[in-house]
């Protein structure tokens, strides 16, 4: 049985319903249905007019659209077929960075985004909307009569030489089709607007609110059939029609029936084993995470710091009080407190702008009525993270050094920390080695941290 995913879209007959920001894996999945209409997102009104998403909401729509993006694009070199919704084009504004001019005011830098450049493939589009809608492929005749009562084209296509044309407007313009890669065995299937969010199609129930009406669960039970025959049209031969919903009552030999009875053990087994791949690759990638530390800056960084810094015993936890905001507070098994800022710069050392914050941090940490002595900080880098680190120069400027040399604070290059973690993966109960690894840095004053040869 084919498995099916919808992103951002109820369809009433798809269990199978992602969020657009829950970055969740498309890897259990046969057939995609996604729909790129954007989430709604904080936002900052703007003194002389306008706005933009926030600085959050930029920070949530850049990790959505990277996976899903990331997500399509691999499941098109997997074969699998995603069918596009095709939803109004829509154009927005998000932070790029942000400065002050003053005690009270802010100024943001923003960029352009738009909703349609995740899909793979670049697809050009701009906002018409209408009801006629002609088939020009007969392949799809039975799909768009199952969705003929609540689809429109709200997009056409400014280039459609790309794709093969299946759905147009009256006047011949592109409204829907199939684009095809020559490097991936996978389709992608435009179709013209559908929403089941309709009266018709929503009833109130006493016990269980609103639910679907019958109409829009045969509707929906019609539409999958109809995506599911397209799918394996795809994948086969392109001169089949997919076959039409009232096959569904004609009589079919007895043995179709044991065969399906096979298909499904099959289905069920291939099921498990998606489960098991899926759950494999999220290990994988949850170690490789560690490798973060070799080339990453921002929350990327500061997540596989805290990774090795759990390996290595310590608590770690991110402190939000009032204006206070210290990103790693990390505990020793002993007790003691040491407070962390980290910094990648892509082509130059770690200078001494981010002391001020980890000062700023530790002075507001001690101020705490539940806080008897200063916390110890540290400086995680990771200077020249474009390059390979052997080839890189010092990681920290010589005011850095100075710096830490008059608070007393530790400096650690986050690239001496992946041989940490790489030794501690292979030899997980290696206590003497971590213990060893936390006096380094808790002893440390004023220097770069050097840990124990492994």
Not at 245 to 266: F, H, Q, R, T
Not at 400 to 415: D, E, Q, V
Request: hydrophobic share 35%; charged share 30%.
């Amino acid at each position: 049985m084919k498995t099916i995913a919808c992103i951002n879209i109820e369809i009433p007959t798809i269990k199978n319903e992602l969020e657009y920001n829950s970055e969740r894996s498309l890897l259990d999945y046969d057939i995609i249905i996604f729909n790129p209409t954007l989430p709604w997102y904080d936002r900052i009104d703007f003194s002389a007019g306008g706005s933009c998403i926030s600085v959050e909401g930029t920070a949530q729509f850049r990790r959505s659209t990277s996976h899903w993006s990331r997500e399509l694009s691999d499941a098109l070199d997997t074969g699998k077929t995603i069918f596009v919704v095709l939803s109004d084009y829509k154009k927005d504004l998000v932070v790029v960075s942000t400065s002050m001019t003053s005690k009270s005011s802010r100024n943001y830098q923003t960029a352009t985004i738009d909703n349609y450049s995740l899909i793979p493939g670049k697809i050009q589009v701009r906002n018409a909307h209408g009801r006629n809608v002609m088939v020009k492929d007969s392949a799809f005749k039975g799909l768009y009569d199952a969705i003929k009562d609540i689809a429109e084209y709200r997009v056409v296509f400014e280039d459609s030489t790309s794709m093969r044309k299946v759905f147009a407007a009256k006047d011949g313009t592109a409204i829907g089709g199939v684009v095809s890669f020559e490097d991936r065995p996978g389709h992608l299937v435009l179709l013209p607007h559908f929403d089941f969010q309709t009266d018709e199609f929503v009833e109130l129930s006493e016990e269980d609110g609103e639910i679907w009406s019958r109409k829009a669960l045969k509707v929906s039970s019609a539409l999958v059939g109809q995506l599911i025959a397209i799918d394996r049209m795809l994948k086969g031969s392109a001169e089949l029609t997919p076959p039409p919903d009232w096959l569904n009552e004609v009589a079919k030999p007895k043995s179709i029936n044991e065969i399906e009875g096979v298909i499904a053990k099959i289905d069920a087994r291939l099921e498990e084993l998606r489960g098991e791949r899926d759950r494999e690759t999220r290990r994988r990638a949850d170690i490789l995470e560690y490798s973060h530390l070799l080339y990453e800056t921002g929350k990327p960084l500061e997540r596989a710091i805290e990774k090795v810094l759990h390996l290595l015993g310590y608590a770690v936890k991110t402190v939000r009080i009032g204006d206070l905001e210290i990103d790693h507070l990390i505990v020793s098994p002993t007790g003691r407190r040491l407070i962390g800022e980290s910094e990648g710069k892509d082509s130059s050392a770690i200078d001494i702008s981010k002391f001020r914050q980890l000062e700023s941090n530790i002075g507001e940490d001690f101020e705490r009525e539940d806080i008897d002595e200063p916390a110890k900080g540290i400086l995680f880098g990771n200077g020249f993270r474009l390059s390979a680190p052997a080839t890189r120069a010092e990681q920290f400027t010589q005011k850095s050094l100075t710096n830490a040399k008059r608070l007393g604070s530790a400096l650690i290059r986050t690239a001496d920390l992946y041989a940490v973690a790489l030794h501690l993966l292979d030899h997980p109960k290696d206590d003497a080695f971590k213990a060893a690894c936390r006096t380094r840095i808790e002893e440390t004053a004023g220097g770069v941290v050097v840990f124990p040869n492994t």
